[in-house]
């Protein structure tokens, strides 16, 4: 975590969180800190929150001591900034995934390319291993793993070979796990596809591992009510599991009754939208920044905009 590394959508990110001076604003998914060093730039106050400790060490570095950097996980935001005697706060931004860093070092197991551990925690204090969560599965629950969160149709096969290799005690390291999962996709589906074969059965490791998911659900439930009035929420996903929780949530939060006013309250609908979308559709990344960064090339960009509330107050 000690290098460099190009930020994703960093202008588009900071033009619709829009922060300003004064005003309070959380980064979810602190990683190096390069949005945040944007908002930090524009005059904002700032609470980093990472479940990486190696995370927080470099973006310490990186951001010195002005900004609150907490250890913990998005999805328990509403708790942190209660402990940070915060009710409300400007903005919110995360960047979803894996990061660069952390794909980078070969001991936190996250990459098929680099001989390592089979850990993919993002949090390396706490929680179960991916071969721990390997042992611990069976074949069918490994599956539904593998085919849910890493979209693999040879999920069922992909699964029965990684048991038998880890009864066989032949499964311990990021690359063992690659071949075994390489040997169970025809060639000829390898040799037409545009990514390992690894990468499916990886993805749903690292999101199982690290409840990905439930992490993202959860902050999307409660973000309306961290969010002071004209607060927004910006979020880039890498996948379409996370994109469609994104884009889902947020169009149900922007939809209003098309009932009149006094037939929706009967009706117990609700008549105004609680946010309103800044994105009718995803941004995706330039092709300027995509031949810069590969890693930009999945990277889709939603954000939202808190309306104002009678019972909300402005701020903290």
């Known amino acids: 975590m000690t290098s460099p590394h190009e930020t994703v959508m960093f202008a588009e990110v900071l033009e619709l969180l829009a922060p300003r001076s004064g005003g309070v604003y959380c980064d979810g998914t602190l990683g190096y800190g390069g949005h945040s060093a944007g908002i930090l730039a524009a005059g904002g106050r700032l609470i980093g929150v990472d479940r990486d400790p190696a995370a927080l060490a470099a ?70 291993t991916a ?89 999307l439930e409660g973000f309306p009510d961290l969010l002071a009035p004209g607060g927004r929420l910006v979020v880039i996903s890498f996948h379409s599991l996370e994109d469609r929780l994104v884009k889902h949530r947020m169009r149900d939060l922007a939809w209003s009754s098309s009932l009149p006013p006094e037939h929706a309250r009967r009706a117990g609908e609700r008549v105004e939208p609680v946010c309103e979308l800044l994105t009718r559709k995803a941004r995706v990344a330039s092709d300027d920044e995509v031949a810069r960064n590969p890693r930009a090339r999945s990277a889709k960009l939603r954000a939202c905009v808190r309306t104002a509330a009678p019972n909300l107050p402005m701020h903290r």
């Open 131 to 219: 071969l721990e969560l390997i042992h611990d599965l069976d074949p069918d629950g490994l599956a539904d793993v593998i085919a849910d969160l890493g979209e693999e149709r040879y999920a069922k096969k992909i699964a029965r070979l990684i048991k038998e290799a880890a009864r066989a005690d032949q499964l311990h390291t990021t690359t063992e796990l690659a071949k075994v999962v390489a040997s169970a996709i025809p060639i000829a589906e390898q040799r037409k596809s545009k990514i390992h074969p690894a990468t499916r059965t990886f993805q749903a490791l690292r999101i199982a591992v690290n409840r990905e998911l439930d992490q993202l659900a959860q902050l």
């Open 59 to 128: 973006a310490r570095e990186r951001l010195g001591a002005d900004p609150t950097l907490v250890h913990g996980e998005f999805g328990q935001l509403a708790a942190i900034l209660r402990d940070l005697n915060l009710t409300h706060v400007d903005g919110i931004v995360l960047d979803l995934g894996v990061s660069s860093p952390q794909l980078d070092v070969a001991a936190r197991g996250f990459s098929f390319m680099k001989e390592g551990p089979l850990d993919m925690r993002m949090d390396p204090t706490r929680g179960a």
